[in-house]
T-cell receptor, first 113, second 113 residues
Framework: AQSVTQLGSHVSVSEGALVLLRCNYS??????LFWYVQYPNQGLQLLLK??????LVKGINGFEAEFKKSETSFHLTKPSAHMSDAAEYFC???????????FGKGTRLSVIA | EADIYQTPRYLVIGTGKKITLECSQT?????MYWYQQDPGMELHLIHY???????EKGDLSSESTVSRIRTEHFPLTLESARPSHTSQYLC????????????FGSGTRLTVV
């Protein structure tokens, strides 16, 4: 069965500092990988995705993630945090197009002025 | 602009009542999903559908039922609400191969008193 582990339920960074949110997955086949962001009282919004091709994926709001097969990781980064980045972030994996996404437990990002 | 709509956004209801949470999408997606989100953020898949007249249960038994009579409509029904059903319910849809990820609705926050 596929699973997703997000290290750190809460990450706090200073405004302007590097953001690093960790995601590791287990999958028996090359997966599709996603990062979603959730703002208070809203649904989830797609940040970026990896399906095939280039392993460094750029998304919205300056975020990017790198698929590392050898490490089974898909960590999310942003060079400089902004106050508006404060939200919940979810990593998700789908082993194929025929099974629902499996989500990690989420990481709450706080940005300190 | 939202392509997937959930109503109501907020609902407070008494124990034992029957309720239906509505979800509609305008993208023509065959695949639709219901997730229950804990107060601590984790998402649990409760039902999904890959097309009209096709429904499956997810990992979480939530004592709810779904129907898929039309492609665009995927309502969730609780026959007898209990306080343990208090949660946020998120509806999502996706393209056939999930390559674009899921599109989520804004959610229904349910409180059972």
């Amino acid at each position: 069965a596929q699973s997703v582990t997000q290290l750190g339920s809460h990450v706090s960074v200073s405004e302007g500092a590097l953001v690093l949110l960790r995601c590791n997955y287990s999958s028996s086949v090359p997966p599709y990988l996603f990062w979603y962001v959730q703002y208070p009282n809203q649904g989830l919004q797609l940040l970026l995705k990896y399906t095939t091709g280039a392993t460094l994926v750029k998304g919205i709001n300056g975020f990017e993630a790198e698929f590392k097969k050898s490490e089974t990781s898909f960590h999310l980064t942003k060079p400089s945090a902004h106050m508006s980045d404060a939200a919940e972030y979810f990593c998700a994996v789908s082993p194929s197009g025929n099974t629902p996404l499996v989500f990690g437990k989420g990481t709450r990002l706080s940005v300190i002025a | 602009e939202a392509d997937i709509y959930q109503t109501p956004r907020y609902l407070v209801i008494g124990t034992g009542k029957k309720i239906t949470l509505e979800c509609s999408q305008t993208m023509g997606h065959d695949k639709m999903y219901w997730y229950q989100q804990d107060p601590g953020m984790e998402l649990h898949l409760i039902h999904y559908s890959y097309g009209v007249n096709s429904t499956e249960k997810g990992d979480l038994s939530s004592e709810s039922t779904v129907s898929r009579i039309r492609t665009e409509h995927f309502p969730l029904t609780l026959e007898s609400a209990r306080p343990s059903h208090t949660s946020q319910y998120l509806c999502a849809s996706s393209d056939p191969l999930d390559m674009k990820g899921y599109t989520f609705g804004s959610g229904t926050r349910l409180t059972v008193v």
